[in-house]
Structure formats: structure tokens, C-alpha cells
């Protein structure tokens, strides 16, 4: 079946460090979708992307879909502790459930 | 407007017993999935609904089943539970079937099997 596969599992960075996770799936996508889970919390949705070389900002995140639509990425500029939590890229083949990756959780030292 | 409503929050079950998880969606939303996420891993599709009927089966065993009412609002059951079926489940709203619009996530119910 559909696999999405996350990089890196974990991350640690000082406050004001940049913060990138890499989503790639083993299937094109329709559209990506990324959301956050703080600790303890459930899944909040982000964005989401559907065109091939699609780059969206949110503030200091800045999510991009790949050429091939088989790829994502989610990069973070100079972190902060609110940014703490798990990231989870989500996508699917066509108009059916989605499929999450394991997630990268993020730890940010102040 | 409230959000995705899961109750209970938190259930403590013995193996074997059966287990009955509720999920209310986003008023005006006429799709449900059910999601279980167990620690440090990401969701796992379990079942998706749009319009009272099942339109998506994830790999998990025939104890899991599922409906949906005429209020949109679902039933997630499980049977015969096991210790491995300890973990988050999550109910996930959307506006229409599939995944086109993102998923508004309740706060889930937190399964213990002892």
C-alpha cells in the first residue's frame, strides 16, 4: 500500500536555529497536507498544497510540494519554543483517506 | 461553533471487553474518519464515512467496525479488545468525502487495555 515516509524522526535545535523535515511518498499525490501536534495534543491542520511546485508561507514556516508530487518539505525559520511539537506530512493518490508519515518531533532549547 | 466533540476523553478496558468511542463533527461537515495513533507514531487510517455510508477501510481487523447516523455524528467499536489496541483515536471532520479540504481533528479518546 501508499507508504509516506518522514525525515528526520527527531529534532533538536536552539531557539533561533532552523528547522527542516522531508516528506517523500511512495506514490504521487493528489496534495500534501501537513499538520502539528503539541504535546499531548491532537493533529491541528497547517496547509495544504496541491500543485506541483507549489511554495506557500506562513510566516516563518514555508512548506514546498515537489515537481513530481511525490515529495514534500516543511522548513522553519529561526524557531521558537511555541514551535515545539510533532510535524506530520499527510497525503493521499486521488480523492481517498489520508495516509500520515510517523511524524518529526521538534525540540527547541531556549 | 464547536469543533469535532469525542467522548469519552479517557476509558481504562480489560482484554477481551468491547469498547464504544463517539464522535461529533463540525456542524455541516458529512464526512468522518477515524484515525488510531498509537505513541510516537503517526495516525493510522481505520475508516472513513460520507453520508452514512463507509467509504474507506483501513488494514485493521473485522473487531473494528463503524457507522455513522443521520447526524453525521459515528460510532467507532471495538471487540475482543487487546493490549495492542491501547492508544489514541482520533476522529477526524471534513467538509466532503476524501481529503481535499484538510481535516479538522477532535481531541481524542485516550484507550487503555490492561
Known amino acids: 500500500g501508499q507508504q509516506v515516509m518522514q525525515i528526520p524522526q527527531y529534532q533538536h535545535v536552539q531557539e533561533g536555529e532552523d528547522f527542516t523535515t522531508y516528506c517523500n511518498s511512495s506514490?504521487?499525490?493528489?496534495?500534501i497536507q501537513w499538520y502539528k501536534q503539541r504535546p499531548g495534543g491532537h493533529p491541528v491542520f497547517l496547509i495544504q498544497l496541491v500543485k506541483s511546485g507549489e511554495v506557500k508561507k506562513q510566516k516563518r514556516l514555508t512548506f514546498q510540494f515537489g515537481e513530481a508530487k511525490k515529495n514534500s518539505s516543511l522548513h522553519i525559520t529561526a524557531t521558537q519554543t511555541t514551535d515545539v511539537g510533532t510535524y506530520f506530512c499527510?497525503?493521499?493518490?486521488?480523492?481517498?483517506?489520508?495516509?500520515f508519515g510517523k511524524g518529526t518531533r521538534l525540540s527547541v532549547i531556549a | 461553533d464547536a469543533g469535532v466533540t469525542q467522548s469519552p476523553t479517557h476509558l481504562i478496558k480489560t482484554r477481551g471487553q468491547h469498547v464504544t468511542l463517539r464522535c461529533s463533527p463540525i456542524?455541516?461537515?458529512?464526512?468522518v474518519s477515524w484515525y488510531q495513533q498509537v505513541l510516537g507514531q503517526g495516525p493510522q487510517f481505520i475508516f472513513q464515512y460520507y453520508e452514512k455510508e463507509e467509504r474507506g477501510r483501513g488494514n485493521f481487523p473485522d473487531r473494528f467496525s463503524a457507522r455513522q447516523f443521520p447526524n453525521y455524528s459515528s460510532e467507532l467499536n471495538v471487540n475482543a479488545l487487546l493490549l495492542g489496541d491501547s492508544a489514541l483515536y482520533l476522529c477526524?471532520?471534513?467538509?466532503?468525502?476524501?481529503?481535499?479540504?484538510?481535516?479538522?481533528f477532535g481531541s481524542g479518546t485516550r484507550l487503555t487495555v490492561v
Open positions: 477526524a471532520s471534513s467538509l466532503v468525502e476524501g481529503q481535499f479540504y484538510g481535516y479538522t
Open positions: 499527510a497525503g493521499a493518490p486521488g480523492n481517498t483517506p489520508l495516509v
Open positions: 506514490t504521487t499525490l493528489s496534495n
Open positions: 456542524s455541516g461537515h458529512k464526512s
